[in-house]
């Protein structure tokens, strides 16, 4: 099998893995109890909080544990729609952000928020003049991804964050795709929450952080006990937090040449199709984009039967992300970059991470013209 759908998830890492697993028998304490065991708990977990803290330029006590990206993301509008409940608020963000960050702003829609869902350009990228446009006196919180899931690009957050810089709007980026894979600073981000998922950088699933920049004070998400500085109680996934940690360091330590490698194979991919299959569309920016990831258009075969056949010939990749596959709708993402429906339906995202080698680049070509093939003479 060649797994290239790693947008979707990772295969944990072996040292992650092999770090965590005491830590679900031999000492499975509760970091909460006063004992040894539990302090053994509480140690390794602060201890994932630093090398956390450390891979993107934050302070331990800016990191809080969460359930992964979705809670972390609804997390932040809701605790933000919180702070200003009392006035009238008004949200920037994006047309192609994850659902997670999307329905969220719907959900506050429904309470009076006011939000603004800007456009991007055909490669994905969001402009930094429409943000400065649609800002108002009620501007309150923008929200931009910092890569997009589908089709890998990178927005211009650094300069986003420049343009906010004193204006008392608060500042949120999705990295949940980009945290491991790109370098990742906070503070020359000028960020005021960034929140991350440990399975998409070979951690383990059911694990993200939100960074939250140390003076805002932000409302509880789960009220109880003091777990998490009081602000998500409940006991810890420490296993998951372990992991996460040694996931992480193990990410930031590979990035340089993990990057390069992912690079060459996508660019190796998109020239080994496009030999087969010359008129095939990369949707998304082939400059500013995560390494790993890319997304290819077809226009007149249906992605969702190409990943099928390609899963026959073992081969995983995805049609869009893969909270919403599934469901007949066009992805919101390709849309957004002004491809019409058809267009959209005939998109495959090939994502490559950590365990994929470049040898396996010919057989997903391969398996990719083979599936295309039979498509086209079966219509
Ligand atoms: C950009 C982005 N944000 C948020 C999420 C949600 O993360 P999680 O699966 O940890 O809830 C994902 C997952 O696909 C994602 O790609």
Redesign the pocket.
Known sequence: MIYADN???TRISDRAFEMMMPFLREQYGNASSQYSLGAKAKRAMEQSRKQLAAAIGADPLEITF????????SWVLRGVADIYRNEPMHIITSAI?????LNACHALEQGGVKVSFLPVDHAGRVSVEDIEAAINSNTRLVSI??????IGTVQPIEEIGRLLKGKGILFHT????AVGHIPIDVKSLNVDFL??????FNGA????ILYKQLELEFSPLVFGGQQEHGLRAGTENVAGIVAAGYAIEESVGEMAERAKRLKSMVEKTVKGIKEKIPFVRINGDYENRLPGTVNLGFDNISGESLMHLLDLKGVCVSTS???NSGKDEPSHVLIALGLSEQQAKSAIRISYGKYNCTDEVENVVTAVYDAYTKLIANR
């Not at 969460?66 to 993301?73: H, I, K, P």
């Not at 991804?145 to 589908?150: I, V």
């Not at 929140?195 to 998409?200: I, L, V």
């Not at 699933?205 to 993200?208: A, D, I, M, S, V």
Request: negative net charge; charged residues 15%; contains cysteine.
């Open positions: 947008a979707a998830t969460t359930s992964g990206g979705s809670e972390a993301n952000e994850h659902h997670s960050v991804m910092l890569a997009n899931n589908e999705d990295a949940v795709q929140t991350a998922s440990a399975h998409k699933k059911g694990t993200g992300s893969a909270c």
